[in-house]
Structures are given as C-alpha cells and as structure tokens.
C-alpha cells in the first residue's frame, strides 16, 4: 500500500502537476467545491428540502452586503423565501452527481461496445460503428431535450420530477457512448497487433480477459482524457435540460433549476437569485475544463477527432 | 461515389423511419386523442364507436401504414391548440430559426478564421495567449447564461438592444425575414452573439490545433525550402489542409447548434420553432411535437448528407464508400 502510494507521487504526472499553477489552482477549486456541496446536509444554514425551514416572509431578500439584507442569508433568498447558499450548496452536489454518473454509464456502455467492436471486427465492427456515426450526428442535447419531453408529458410533470434526477442521468449517459466507444476501438485496433496480445492468446486466455485485463489498461490514458471533458459537458448539459424545465423539479433544484427560477426574477431586480448559481456553475465547467487540457498536454494521447 | 450516395440514403432512410416509428408511438400514448376532439361530456358507447371510426382500434400495423402514408404526404395532423396543420405552424416558424442560425453561422465564420489562424501562426504572443484563455472560459459559460448576461447587461442596464421578439418583419415571397427592417436586425443582434459564444471557442481552438498541426509537416518545410513566400505557405498550402477536418467537425455542429436555438429561442422569447417546440410540450400538443421532431430530423439528416459528399469532392484522397465502417 505504502509502495503504491510512493509510485503515484513520484509518477510523471505528479510531477507535471506540481509544476503547473493553472492545473494545481484548478485542482484546488474543484475540490473546495466538492468538499462544500457534498457536506451539504451537515454543514449547509439550513435545509432546502425542508418546507418546514423555508418562510414566505423571507422571499427576496438580497445579500447580506447590500441595503435590505439579512444576516441569516449570506447571498439573499430566493422568491419562495428560501436560503440561496444551502439551496446553491445541495444544488451544485446534485449537478456533480448527474455529471458522475453520466459519465460512468458512458464509460460502461461506450468501453465494452468499443472493445467489442474493436476486437470482434468484421461486421459487428461495422454495425456498431454506423450506429456510433448516427448516434453522434444528433447533437446530445436534441436527443435528451426531445426524449425528456416526451417522457414528461407522458407521465405528467409531477411523476416526472420525481424520477428526474435518474431519467437526466439515464439520458446523458446513454446518448454520449460513442464518444468512448470510438476511442477505445481506435486504440484497440492499433494494440491488437502487438505482440504482447499475440503472447497473451498463445498462452490460452480467453477473449474476455484479454480484452479487459491486458487490451484495456493500454487505452486507459485516452479515456481518462476524455472523461473530464464529458463530466464538464454533462454538467453543462444538465443544466440547459433544468433551465428548460425539463431536469430537475424546483423543489428539488440543481444549479440549472435555481437559474431558471431566478431567470423570472432577474427583470425585477433580484439578480443575486441568478448570478450566484451562474457563477458556480460557470466555475465548476471552467475549473474541470482547464484540468482537462492539462491532462491532454500530459499525457499526450491521439485522440479520436471528430 | 455511386454506392456512397446509396449506402447515405440508405442511412438516411433508416433514421427517418426510426423517428417516425417514435413519432407514431407517442401519438396514441401522449394524451388521448378523443378528449382532445370531444372533451369529456360524451358517453363511453359513443366513444367507442368514435374509437371504430377513427381507427384507433385498428392493428397496429395498419395504424402505422397510415400515419407513414399520410405523414408522406406531409399531412401531421392539426395541431390541438392551434387548430390548424401542425406542419404549417411550424413552417411559419422555420424562418425565425433559420435566420438566428445564419446570423451566428456568420459570427462564427467571419471570427474563428482569422483568430484561429493568428493563434497558429503566432503561438507565443500574448495576443494569442489571451485569446486562447478567452476561448476556455468561453466553452464554459452555457449558452443560455450567455444569453441571459447579453440581457442583462445590453438591454437592461445599458439599454441599447432590445431584450425579447424578432422586432419588425417583412414578407419575402413566402420568407418572413426580419433582416430587412432596422428593428429586426437590431433584435438579430444579441441572439445571435448568444448562439454562436459555445461554437466559437469551439471553432477558433479546432482551427488552431489543426493549423499548427499542419505547420509541422514535411510538405510545409518543403515549400519553406524552395523559398516561397511565407504567406503563400500559410493562407494558401496550410489552410487548405486545416479546413478539411473543420468542415466535418461543422456540419456535426449545425445539428447543435439547432438544439441550441431552443435554449436561446426560449431566453430571448424569440417566435422560432425551438421556443413553440417547448411551448407545445407544455401544452401536451402532440401533433406539434411529432412535426417537431420530424423537421428537425430532416434537417439533421440532410446537413450530414450535404457534409459528407462536400467533403468527399474537397479531399479527393477520401475513400467515400468506406468510410465509417
């Protein structure tokens, strides 16, 4: 254990990052961020889920600093009254969440059909790869804008916004596979014919465990490249789909949700019920976004472009 | 070139049936038909007989060759708030959207280019190094924060433009265009920025990783060696060789981009077919979300055709009928 840790300090990577100040000022961000939303229920003022916490009299109330503010809430609140930081807190921890998630089902489906494809060949390969060329020709966020909406109106938006967080999760990572599965079936090709897997076949493994124990760890630096552009991309997907309506239920707000709900107010004045959420959320993409750059300056994969 | 047209329509056709197969799915099962038609005052016994009439207890089969038959003939059903063709209502709104695409389509060419090309050619000046940082936080910012800070900054607090509508129109043929009239370019104006800020950054990175890519090959050296002109090496030897992968790159970010026109449509109130898309699912008018749907998919499926083959005649080395598999 101590060994392992050893290793990951003293690997090339470490070394890039102690030596980049926009990556370890990103990486510190994004943690901060992290930590913040997801000790939410312990250390949030108070609970946005709670209807009970939330008062009508303290709707639009703007933030500490200014005239009218109230030193209960730091950023003011929102038009039902409630806390706008406790309210940005379990929002953002829901956006990371959908964003995880996401992406781990793209990882699934995208690694197993790209090694499949990648190792099976002939028409499997074919088949699979025009359903990828499809797939992506319709932008994601077509897809998921369409199907949500139909899902929603078939079950009514108050069953939807229950299975919301799921069905968002479900959407994005289903729709986002082809990414993955071009990638590793590109490195797939190019490792198949190296010898190591010739070495691995003559001594009798089956396809299964050379393709996930000896084909796979080789692509892994490409996928982890891609990766955090998709969780930033999942993020900011999810948060179009909430301020459309279609993503999270106001009573249960992610950061898109509280923007749209603030959007209503902004005209009027209440711009803090916007701006703030704006603002973290905008963070959040940036900070995970330059960390993605500065892992694909790292490590230096060929990317599948297109 | 033959069989890549055929094995593209091919495609093509199999999209569209796949998205008339969901059209039709959703059409008996988003809201009933009947209530919609008759309201709720009618006895069972009369609404099944209604039922026979319509053919709503057909096989399904039989149900689906009509709608195909129908659907064909361009006839998607009324729309149920508006009473009319759902294909109509929506073709009205076609013009507003398209026009919001051409006008950020027309930012995005005339900037990316040159920005791209600058950042490529100059890597280490502080220009670039700025516009580069710039592009980062530009494809961070979602479209529809954009829009809403274009708002709030140019319409509110500064007043300049205005906010909401597509402004005056005037009729071009059957084209409503707003961009004939001071008032409705002025309201093309922010929506337009707002739609083209994701793709930009987008586009101006691409451009500059491919260029710089193409600077490094021998062929460049080569043109260096026989003492031709710097400039001619870079605006005529390496940017022809750039524009290939933008172009493909492209022509998957129309379709984006039309996802987008629903995020910016609904921030400015701008009268498209994205913004009476979302209103239609709000009002469970299926009709109009199945001619939606179907529209776009046309748009989907023919930009990627016209891409493909535009490609295949700029870059001649491309083996068409392979590609992809």
């Known amino acids: ?306 | 070139m033959f069989a890549f047209l055929v094995r593209r329509l091919i495609q093509a056709m199999v999209v569209m049936f796949v998205i008339s197969l969901i059209s039709f799915s959703i059409q008996d099962n988003l809201g009933d038909p009947l209530r919609e038609m008759v309201g709720v005052s009618v006895s069972e016994a009369e609404r099944e007989l209604l039922r026979d009439e319509l053919g709503l207890n057909d096989p399904f089969l039989e149900q689906y060759g009509r709608f195909l038959s129908r659907a064909i003939r361009g006839d998607l059903g009324d729309s149920y708030f508006f009473k009319r063709p759902a294909l109509e209502v929506i073709m009205e709104k076609f013009s507003a959207t398209m026009e919001l695409v051409l006008g950020a389509t027309l930012i995005i060419v005339t900037l990316s280019a040159p920005i791209g090309v600058y950042c490529a050619i100059n890597p280490r000046s502080w220009l670039s190094k700025t516009l580069m940082g710039l592009s980062i936080v530009g494809i961070s910012v979602p479209v529809f924060l954009t829009a809403i800070m274009l708002i709030y900054v140019f319409a509110i607090h500064l007043g300049w433009l205005p906010s909401y509508g597509r402004g005056d129109t005037v009729m071009v043929g059957f084209w409503e265009t707003g961009m004939l009239t001071r008032d409705g370019l002025e309201h093309l104006i922010l929506p337009s920025i707002a739609l083209s800020s994701i793709m930009l950054p987008l586009f101006i990175r691409l451009i500059r990783a491919e260029m710089m890519e193409c600077l490094e090959q021998e062929y460049i050296r080569f043109a260096y060696a026989k003492g031709l002109d710097q400039r001619r090496i870079w605006f005529l030897h390496a940017l022809k060789n750039t524009l290939l992968p933008v172009i493909t790159v492209g022509g998957v970010q129309i379709g984006t981009m039309i996802a987008y026109t629903i995020l910016t449509e609904t921030v400015f109130q701008w009268p498209g077919m994205g913004f009476l898309f979302l209103e239609a699912v709000n009002r469970t008018d299926t009709p109009l979300i199945i001619a939606y749907m179907i529209v776009v998919g046309l748009i989907f499926v023919i930009t990627n055709t016209v891409v493909d083959l535009v490609y295949g005649l700029v870059n001649p080395t491309v083996k068409l009928a392979g590609r992809g598999a």
């Open chain 1, 1 to 306: 254990m101590k060994r392992m840790w050893r290793g990951f300090f003293d690997s090339d990577l470490v070394y890039h990052f102690k030596r980049d100040k926009v990556a370890m000022v990103s990486f510190s961000i994004l943690l901060t961020l992290v930590l913040i939303s997801f000790s939410a229920p312990l250390t949030a003022p108070f609970d946005p889920y709670d209807p009970l916490q939330i008062d009508i009299m303290d709707s639009d109330i703007p933030p500490t600093w200014s005239d009218n503010g109230d030193e209960r809430f730091l950023v003011g609140t929102d038009a039902q009254g409630r806390d706008m930081l406790s309210a940005m807190m379990y929002g953002t921890r829901i956006s990371i969440v959908i964003g995880l998630f996401a992406v781990a089902l793209q990882l699934v489906i995208g690694i197993t059909l790209g090694l499949l494809a990648g190792y099976v060949g002939g028409r499997v390969d074919a088949f699979l790869m025009r359903v990828a060329d499809i797939q992506l020709s319709f932008s994601t966020l077509m897809v998921a804008i369409v199907v949500l909406a139909i899902f929603q109106a078939s079950l009514g938006a108050d069953l939807y916004s229950e299975y919301a967080i799921f069905m968002l999760i479900m959407v994005i990572g289903i729709a986002e596979w082809p990414q993955y599965a071009r990638t590793v079936r590109a490195s797939v090709l190019a490792e198949k014919e190296k010898e190591y897997v010739d070495a691995v076949r003559v001594i009798g493994f089956g396809p299964l465990r050379i393709m996930f124990r000896h084909i796979l760890p080789n692509t892994l630096s490409p996928i982890l490249v891609i990766s955090t552009v998709q969780v930033a991309n999942a993020i900011m997907n999810e948060a179009a789909l909430s301020f459309l309506g279609l993503g999270m239920p106001v009573n249960r707000p992610s950061l898109g949700s509280l923007i749209n709900s603030g959007f209503e107010y902004m005209l009027s004045g209440s711009w803090w019920i916007t701006f703030f959420p704006a603002m973290v959320l905008i963070l959040l993409i940036l900070v995970i976004n330059l960390l993605g750059d500065w892992l694909r300056d790292v490590l230096n994969p060929k990317l599948y472009k297109g």
